[in-house]
């Protein structure tokens, strides 16, 4: 309130709340402490909402900040439905300084550790906050109140988040496992490298890899043209023991 009361933009808008979070993030506060204020503030947008003395346009609904949640988690961490809808809040654990998914149980029963992005681990956390969640299932159902109900959801939720989302980017056909296909493919493109996208998605084998990136060999810039052992041209090759 002490902040707010010494800006000289009163109103009570995202613009105002970013602005708090920049103000935060500039006095070093720790992310989880952020979290916890921002989580503090979404809570005053929905009571002043439900009271009608916000628009209800203004604050974002617990539906719409579940859902950003949801999708952060499959473009970013490329997670299968299943996956999604089974994932426990215990299993988002450090581990060597970087948040993670960890031991996921995925296809087949293979397991895996999924790395999770820090914007991801944010909108995750954006939703468990304002759910008031602690353990058990990280997604649950709301119910017409915008209240959540229950310890989970019907898969139908995603296809129907997912085709929204979609309709809102206008992109004609979307699949949630199209997302896990851009995952991989945005990480190829940004130097990943091909074992460790088959790390994050779980894949049996290399070639499934290569069919979600759409690979194929490329001769005119071939990949061993630039090993950083080329010889001088200037310079005569010599051999030393037969092995050079």
Not at 100 to 122: H, M, N, S, Y
Not at 130 to 145: D, S
Not at 199 to 216: A, D, K, N, P
Request: proline share 4%.
């Amino acid at each position: 309130m002490a902040w707010y009361c010494s800006e000289p933009r009163l109103a009570f808008n995202r613009t105002v709340v970013l602005r708090y979070r920049l103000h935060l993030e500039q006095r070093r506060y720790a992310p989880a402490t952020i979290n916890l204020r921002l989580a503090a503030i979404r809570r005053v947008a929905y009571e002043a909402s439900d009271a009608g003395l916000l628009s209800a346009d203004a604050p974002a609904t617990l539906r719409t900040v579940r859902d950003q949640a949801m999708l952060a988690l499959l473009v970013g961490c490329g997670l299968r439905r299943a996956e999604l809808l089974d994932l426990q809040l215990g299993s988002l654990q450090q581990r060597e300084e970087h948040w993670v998914i960890a031991d996921l149980v995925g296809k087949a029963g293979r397991i895996r550790t999924v790395p999770v992005p820090a914007w991801v681990k944010t909108r995750v956390d954006q939703w468990t906050q304002a759910a008031g969640l602690q353990h058990g299932t990280v997604f649950r159902a709301i119910n017409k109140t915008g209240r959540v109900r229950g310890t989970g959801m019907t898969p139908k939720v995603v296809w129907d988040l997912v085709r929204t989302a979609a309709q809102r980017a206008g992109i004609g056909q979307l699949a949630p496992h199209d997302l896990r296909r851009t995952c991989a493919r945005l990480c190829h493109v940004s130097g990943g490298e091909l074992e460790q996208i088959q790390f994050l998605l779980g894949h049996v084998s290399i070639q499934t890899t290569e069919r979600y990136l759409g690979c194929t060999q490329k001769l005119r810039v071939a990949v061993n043209d630039r090993l950083g052992i080329e010889p001088d041209p200037a310079q005569p090759l010599s051999v030393k023991g037969g092995l050079e």
